[in-house]
């Protein structure tokens, strides 16, 4: 059932008028920090010269936004409450930006935007002006864990910060254009995953204030009725907050939200007492205002309150337009500056009170700053979940579910601290292992059946929902407030959180690089894995392995790729990325049973170095080589180690280097990457004048874009997935792509000057395999006996 709007009026008169005069506060500085470079507290008549050259940001949500944050702020002081704010409007940074600074937390961590009329000046100077700020909450922005410059993600973030958090109450702001994206729209479903035993609670307002850049919101236009039923549909007990009059308002808001606040603590209480819970429902506030509240109504004959003109910068031409400059001075002067600020320029003391104090304010709270919370993980040591390598090459077992055993003593030992993310995937991706620790969460209806083998429970901490949107909201919330996971997901459907990544990226290059007062947060682990060469039935959808190459177009300070080629390796690797802090790490290992070739010190090693020799698959014996044979991936690894086999059967004076890449952004030269090889070892590597043929699990041309200045780039010859399948075995995959190990051998003769005419008869050889090998795929739906369990012959 739909809450009913409390009709009492809390607020004392004097309360009230505070409460209202912090929120002019927030308005004026929201407002002159678009328009203002000088003149900031109008202690004379306003000038063109006052205004700033370009009028750039967003003023329509920031009056709605302040509103929640002033009427949460009395609610703190009454209550002892530890909240964190997520502002979903896009780039209404204003109203965090202007609460920040009134609650003084800006100038301490800025100290030269102090509290006075020269400090206010600086602020107002920084905002969407060059060598300054942007109009969302950046990462410079004091209480954000929400970037916003890219819409659809502030509710998911907010879930995650939630999760493990027993006391926090994150409320979010959802605006109305934001709620029409699609990773909004499912993470609403978030509350059926929320447990009030040991999670904190989400408080969503959404803030229906109707108009995007130019045009109406869906949500803002559509009967009440519908609106509610809405909400009642996703679980929630919506309350309404509606009108334009702030003396109302506030009363009711005062009202609604306290009434919020406390079936929250209820919720929490009964749940933490008996020890036990039904899915709650959880309350939620629709609150409708004007857009551009409390700014001009009307502009040049046009109306701009309530209407999609007041979005951006409702007047814009001020400084070449008197009539628009009295207008923009009129406006600022409704709020009575010389009223809300003392002769310094500081918040009045009264209105200061109304604020609450230390880490309990919002933009201090420690949340919002995750790292100075983090605790590095617990881990067990990884070398005891190794398998045993008696020979390279000889045995085969399934990377992932390897892994999914360290993942579940992971677990067991932070159990409040870390939690396993995917769509659907887990048992799919043989991480199921992960199950003895933690089950799925669970918090919706059960049914007797789900006891054999659905693995979901009240308590469970593996995240699953068919929506990687939210699961990767999820993670970002959970570490960005202090904690640590793990995310898997198929290849071909990372796509999906492309533009997740590419913001996350963005705010850690920012976080890590230039602002010293970010602590350093967990990694982003992300295990990529159903990859493009095993999609036997799949098919064609399934075959993508591209989100590489968009990874490798962020700062190469944040992020990393590992391309484990086995079990072990794959161990060093996720432990080593467990470890790491401020990086988004990506994982490619496949799912399907491949062979072991490195005990667990030499895959340490292997690792460790990123890149280097395999001696026993190499016949050089220290030598120059004629050929030097790269493999990065698991299934490339083992097609180049077959070639690898060929060649010294076929062709004994071969001498051969095998180099196995591990850590992508070694191939890149250190002094663009720091983790890159220096020109002197990638030339020892792969020699300045010899062929290189490099069978690559991804796109050929990335390989090419990473080591494009190498010395020797002009022999490197890379092999890789080329768009082209179906339903295909996996050797027919391969070699329709010509990464095979046929197409392989073919490719070192050819690039061997001394055996282009000699080895004629082998090439030959070579062509007639690749013929009689798709023939039996056709023919029997599989690939030979021989390929399919393939060993190496040493």
């Excluded at 199921?432 to 059946?449: C, F």
């Excluded at 493999?631 to 076929?650: N, Q, R």
């Excluded at 030269?669 to 020699?687: A, K, M, N, W």
């Amino acid at each position: 059932m739909s809450g009913t709007t409390p009709s009492s009026s809390p607020l004392e008169q004097d309360e009230l008028s505070k409460l209202h005069a912090y929120w002019l506060a927030c308005n004026y500085l929201s407002a002159g920090m678009i328009y203002l470079r000088d003149n900031p507290l109008l202690r004379e008549p306003l000038k063109p010269e006052h205004i700033k050259n370009r009028l750039l940001g967003h003023w329509g949500s920031d009056p709605g936004q302040s509103f929640v944050w002033v009427h949460l702020n009395r609610l703190i002081r009454k209550y002892d409450l530890d909240v964190l704010f997520v502002s979903g409007p896009g780039h209404g940074a204003p109203a965090t930006l202007a609460n920040s600074y009134l609650e003084g937390h800006y100038s301490e961590i800025y100290p030269d935007r102090t509290l006075d009329d020269a400090g206010m000046k600086r602020f107002f100077c920084q905002f969407s002006f060059p060598g300054g700020i942007g109009s969302h909450c950046t990462p410079e922005t004091p209480g954000s864990i929400h970037e916003g410059g890219e819409l659809g993600y502030s509710l998911s973030h907010a879930y995650g910060a939630a999760f493990d958090n027993p006391e926090l109450i994150v409320t979010c702001v959802v605006g109305d254009g934001e709620a029409e994206t699609g990773p909004l729209a499912t993470s609403w479903h978030s509350n059926k995953f929320l447990n009030p035993i040991r999670d904190g609670a989400v408080l969503p307002v959404l803030h229906l204030n109707g108009y995007k850049i130019a045009n109406p919101t869906i949500l803002a236009r559509i009967p009440h009725e519908e609106l509610e039923w809405l909400f009642l549909g996703l679980g929630y007990k919506p309350y309404f907050v509606e009108g334009s009059d702030p003396q109302v308002m506030h009363q009711e808001m005062a009202a609604t939200l306290e009434k919020c606040v406390l079936e929250i603590r209820a919720i929490q209480d009964a749940a933490r007492s008996s020890g036990t819970f039904e899915r709650p429902r959880w309350p939620m506030i629709v609150l409708r205002s004007p857009k551009g509240w409390t700014g001009p109504k009307e502009v040049n004959g046009h109306k701009v309150e309530d209407f999609w003109r007041a979005h951006q910068v409702p007047i814009l031409d001020p400084v070449i337009n008197p009539k628009s400059l009295a207008q923009v001075e009129d406006w600022l002067r409704s709020y009575k500056p010389e009223e809300l600020f003392d002769e310094t320029g500081r918040l009045r003391p009264e209105l200061r009170a109304t604020a609450p104090e230390g880490t309990r304010r919002i933009s201090a709270n420690p949340h919002a700053n995750g790292g100075v919370l983090r605790q590095p993980l617990n881990l067990p040591d990884f070398h005891a979940y190794s398998v045993e390598v008696k020979k390279p090459g000889a045995e085969y077992i399934s990377p992932t579910a390897t892994l999914a055993i360290f993942l579940r003593d992971v677990m067991k030992q932070n159990m409040k601290t870390f939690r396993v993310f995917g769509p659907d995937e887990t048992a799919s991706n043989k991480l199921d292992g992960i199950y003895a620790a933690s089950e799925k969460t669970w918090v919706a209806e059960y049914k007797p059946e789900d006891t054999d083998g659905t693995e979901i429970a009240l308590d469970g901490r593996v995240m699953e929902m068919l929506s990687e949107h939210t699961l990767e909201g999820w993670f970002e919330g959970y570490v960005l407030t202090g904690r640590h996971g793990f995310f898997s997901t198929y290849e071909a459907f990372v796509h999906v959180i492309d533009s997740m990544f590419n913001q996350h990226a963005k705010w850690l290059e920012k976080a890590k690089n230039e602002l010293s007062w970010r602590a350093p947060i967990s990694s982003i682990n992300l295990l990529i894995t159903s990859l493009v060469w095993r999609q036997d039935h799949n098919g064609f959808t399934h075959q993508d392995p591209g989100f590489l190459d968009i990874v490798t177009n962020k700062s190469a300070d944040v992020v990393r790729i590992y391309m484990p080629p086995d079990a072990n390796c794959l161990l060093s690797v996720a432990n080593h990325c467990l470890k790491s802090v401020d990086y988004f790490n990506v994982i490619v290992a496949d799912k399907q049973p491949h062979l072991t070739y490195l005990s667990m010190d030499d895959a340490v090693k292997h690792c460790t170095k990123g890149i280097g020799i395999w001696d026993w698959a190499s016949t050089d014996n220290g030598q120059e080589p004629d050929v030097v044979l790269a493999c990065a991936g698991d299934v490339p690894t083992m097609e180049a180690l077959a070639a690898a086999a060929i060649l010294k059967e076929k062709l004994p004076d071969l001498k051969l280097r095998f180099v196995n890449v591990v850590d992508l952004f070694r191939l890149m030269p250190s002094t663009e990457h720091p983790h890159g090889l220096s020109d002197r070892d990638f030339d020892s590597l792969f020699t300045k004048n010899k062929p290189v043929i490099f069978a690559f699990h991804s796109y050929a041309s990335l390989i090419h874009k990473l080591a494009y200045r190498r010395t020797n780039h002009e022999n490197i010859h890379v092999r890789g997935y080329k768009e082209k399948g179906n339903i295909n075995t996996p050797l027919e995959l391969a070699i329709i792509n010509q990464i095979d190990r046929f197409n392989l051998s073919i490719d070192v003769i050819d690039r061997v000057p001394r055996f282009r005419d000699t080895a004629a008869h082998l090439k030959d050889w070579l062509k007639n395999e690749i013929i009689e090998h798709l023939n039996y795929a056709y023919k029997e739906g599989i690939d030979r006996e021989e390929i399919r369990n393939w060993t190496w012959p040493g």
